[in-house]
């Protein structure tokens, strides 16, 4: 195994999009950051440098970071920021992972520029359980905004509002020919006839579940979220933000140039290509005529209509592990958690400029009705370890306060949720099973639920209130996908099975970021075990200071 070095300068960088230039920030200039490569077994070390003017944090999205927890980065959970003018490095090693994470900002909204990918290829000697494929491409599908976008949420954060919704849908940074200024940008991604290309797809949008396809080809899906499936085709693939996909694509169709494109799922905005379609091309290289520029107009794709729950429903019901698994069927914690919004009554003294949500109230948004705080001055990782009082309490709860029909009109009573700073503190090895019921509040979209630390099989998912006697037959118990987040539809539920072998401070929260902004959010305390094989490693020197 190799240990790979890197320094990533975190700063502000000239951007031109949508014919404007932005300061923006970046990682060494880079939009979106450095694509990094390893392979399972590997050391990453990475040194991060902070020349930006804000608070800075980099987690690196799906690394299961095994006794590694000091390096997981989210801000106040794992360590305090990285301040301005101050660095820290990341130190962990790849275990069990092959095929597309990421790496992305985790501190108020920068990862909308700050977020690259991480390619994890097989163990040395090893290969993939698919024939290699002659190209590999990561394909980051992503949002931009015109605006700086921590002004974009601290605008919405005073007002209790609603943040602006992004200016552009991005493919590996670029928002692409359909829109204005972006054709000679547009991203040409090159396959020969014949051969076949993996493509790395990754939802790194802040706040948009995403359709992709590509016109006229067809995917074999191989992978997500770096664990292997069992291969199946389809023509179009749905990510929630923070998930990554897979796929083969051969070249077998006559030599052109085609269209690929993403398009908004469960969003009022949703309308197949117009304007607000991101694309980038597959280019043949034996293209009849090799077009420099935009010049043989590319093939059309069909998008689905933004509301096309059937599809994605066909599409999640075809994920499988590729063998029969080791699910635990005995559990120790059985945790049943709502996952929705809710609206904050204002107190006379909040002043209105600061109830600009719906009726004079703020948005916010809860797990179990406790919307996370994240601490101010001390991370909770640390707190625990150092014994710091006041930071947090353990007394999540295991269940809603109380059960109503979450997918009903829910009665205003049921959805005021409180503030605080909750934890839930899981034995070392212990058998955790989460039922996530989506609530039908003050929203139409589904809840990408992202686990730090660990990845977990996604034993069954549905529609309606999780029914204990019915919906448990339907548990995949011989060979469900193992991910590290799952798509909660609004109005439905998914049941998800792990085992806490991983000591540390694991966040577990919605991956739009608009919703972590409102507290849709909770921390797993993982105990240490017994001896240093089963406890979390001791802090690293720079860990930066609070
Ligand atoms: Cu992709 Cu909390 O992270």
């Known amino acids: 195994a190799k240990v790979y070095y890197h320094d990533f300068v975190v700063q502000a960088t000239k951007v031109k999009r949508l014919c404007t230039t932005h300061n923006t920030i970046t990682v060494n200039g880079q939009f979106p950051g450095p694509t990094l490569e390893v392979n399972d077994g590997d050391t990453l070390v990475v040194n991060v440098v902070n020349k930006a003017r804000y608070n800075v944090t980099i987690h690196w999205h799906g690394v299961r970071q095994v006794r590694s927890g000091w390096a997981d980065g989210p801000e106040f959970v794992t360590q305090c920021p990285i301040r301005p003018g101050g660095s820290y490095t990341y130190r962990f090693t790849i275990q069990g992972q092959v095929g597309t994470l990421w790496w992305h900002a985790h501190s108020s909204w920068l990862r909308a520029t700050v977020y690259g990918a991480l390619v994890i290829r097989p163990k040395e000697g090893t290969s993939y359980p698919f024939p290699k494929p002659k190209r590999e491409t990561p394909i980051l599908l992503g949002e931009w905004w015109d605006a700086n976008p921590i002004d974009v949420v601290r605008e919405a954060t005073r007002t209790g509002g609603a943040p602006n919704v992004s200016d552009a849908y991005t493919i590996n940074g670029q928002p692409g020919d359909l829109y204005n200024c972006s054709s000679k940008d547009t991203v ?9 290309h993996l493509l790395r797809v990754i939802n790194a949008a802040l706040n948009q579940e995403l359709f992709f396809t590509v016109a006229n080809h067809r995917f074999t899906v191989v992978g997500a979220d770096a664990s292997y499936l069992k291969p199946f085709t389809t023509s179009v693939i749905m990510l929630g933000p923070g998930q990554t996909t ?15 494109a993403a398009e908004p799922y469960q969003s009022a905005q949703g309308a197949p290509f117009d304007n607000t379609t991101t694309t980038a091309i597959l280019e043949y290289k034996s293209a009849p005529c090799p077009a420099k520029g935009i010049s043989s107009k590319p093939v059309m794709p069909t998008l689905p209509a933004f509301n096309d729950t059937a599809t994605v429903t066909a599409f999640i019901q075809s994920f499988r592990s590729p063998n029969k698994v080791d699910v635990p069927t005995d559990i120790d914690e059985n945790l049943f958690i709502t996952v929705g919004l809710g ?16 009726n004079g109230t703020r948005f916010t948004a809860s797990m179990n009705n406790v919307s996370f705080v994240l601490p101010s001055n001390v991370s909770i990782l640390q707190a625990y370890k150092q014994g710091v009082p006041g930071v947090f309490t353990t007394d999540f709860p295991a269940n809603p306060p109380v059960q109503f029909d979450y997918t009903g009109n829910v009665s205003r009573s049921l959805w005021q949720p409180v503030p605080g700073t909750k934890v839930y503190k899981l034995k070392y090895g212990s058998r955790v099973q989460i039922v996530l019921q989506g609530t039908n509040i003050q929203t139409a979209e589904n809840h990408p639920i992202h686990i730090h630390g660990y990845d977990f099989y996604i034993l069954a998912t549905g529609f309606g209130n999780f029914n204990p006697q019915k919906d448990t037959a339907k548990f995949n118990l011989v060979d469900p996908p193992m991910r590290n987040t799952v798509g909660v539809s609004v109005n439905g539920w998914a049941v998800i099975r792990f085992v806490a072998d991983n000591p540390g401070a694991w966040l577990m929260h919605c991956h739009l970021d608009v919703h972590i902004t409102w507290g849709l959010a909770v921390v797993f305390l993982v105990e240490n075990g017994v001896g240093e094989l089963q406890s979390l490693q001791p802090p690293p020197a720079d860990l930066p200071p609070c």
């Open 188 to 196: 040409i991604v090159p396959i020969d006839s014949g051969e076949t």
């Open 246 to 260: 897979d796929v083969l694509i051969s070249g077998d169709q006559p030599p052109a140039r085609y269209y690929m």
């Open 343 to 358: 609206l904050f009554n204002c107190p006379k003294n909040f002043g209105s400029s600061r109830c600009q949500g719906p």
